[in-house]
């Protein structure tokens, strides 16, 4: 079973606007979420993390937000730029191991039109 | 570099054959992870390993698949007898320590296809 899903595959926007990223999840054990911006035949790369005791975690133009009682987590990037144009996976762990194992969701695909 | 290496990039081998996939951490992190991505997929959880401590095996999809990490640095993921179905990226990633607030650094994997 998907116990992260990122239900949107794409998402296309003009740049200066502002980028959403939607991400659900299924497992309440969760505690521990991330997001990562893939380029390709590049790892994926850190961008933002939040723990469950917060609902909002910002760093520069990245701001993650999260609502555990509907079990969803966003990603908001403002302003957008053209060399934000990559796929974004959210990924989430728990303490039961040892954050050790994150569990992805599939991915949406982002595009920044100059 | 300071990142995640793997070796090789690439990987053609044929459906029966027995390969090995390299990943050398980021020096001094403590934990080390293999994840793997099938085509159009997300990542898939294989295996970690913290420290000294017993690997996590819970992700490894058969026993021809199987981890080992020397003098807690370099891991070796070997996979016996492949088969098509493991065509995939594979990726390490590597952290200070498997807690929270350490996030994983990733390589930029090893594209594998078995003909």
């Known amino acids: 079973d998907q116990q992260v899903k990122q239900n949107s595959p794409s998402l296309s926007v003009q740049e200066g606007r502002i980028s959403i990223l939607n991400c659900d999840y299924t497992?309440?054990?969760?505690?521990?979420f991330l997001w990562y911006k893939k380029y390709p035949a590049e790892g994926p790369t850190f961008l933002i993390s939040?723990?469950?005791?917060?609902d909002k975690n910002e760093d520069g133009r990245f701001t993650v937000f999260l609502n555990k009682s509907a079990k969803h987590l966003s990603l908001h990037i403002v302003p957008s730029q053209p060399g934000d144009s990559a796929v974004y996976f959210c990924a989430a762990s728990a303490q039961g191991t040892s954050y050790g194992k994150l569990t992805f969701g599939q991915g949406t695909i982002l595009t920044v039109h100059p | 570099g300071a990142g995640v290496s793997q070796s090789p990039s690439n990987k053609v081998t044929e459906k029966g054959k027995d390969v090995e996939l390299r990943c050398d951490p980021i020096s001094g992190h403590t934990a080390l992870y293999w994840y793997r991505q099938s085509l159009g997929q997300g990542l898939e959880f294989l295996i970690y390993?913290?420290?000294?401590?017993?690997?996590?095996k819970s992700g490894l999809p058969s026993d021809r698949f199987s981890a080992e990490r020397t003098g807690g640095s370099v891991s070796t993921l070997t996979i016996q007898r492949t088969q098509q179905e493991d065509s995939a990226v594979y990726l390490c990633?590597?952290?200070?320590?498997?807690?929270?607030?350490?996030?994983?650094?990733f390589g930029d994997g090893t594209r594998l296809s078995i003909l």
């Open positions: 990633a590597s952290s200070l320590r498997s807690q929270i607030n350490q996030p994983q650094h």
């Open positions: 497992n309440s054990m969760f505690d521990y």
């Open positions: 390993f913290q420290g000294n401590s017993a690997p996590d």
């Open positions: 939040i723990s469950s005791i917060k």
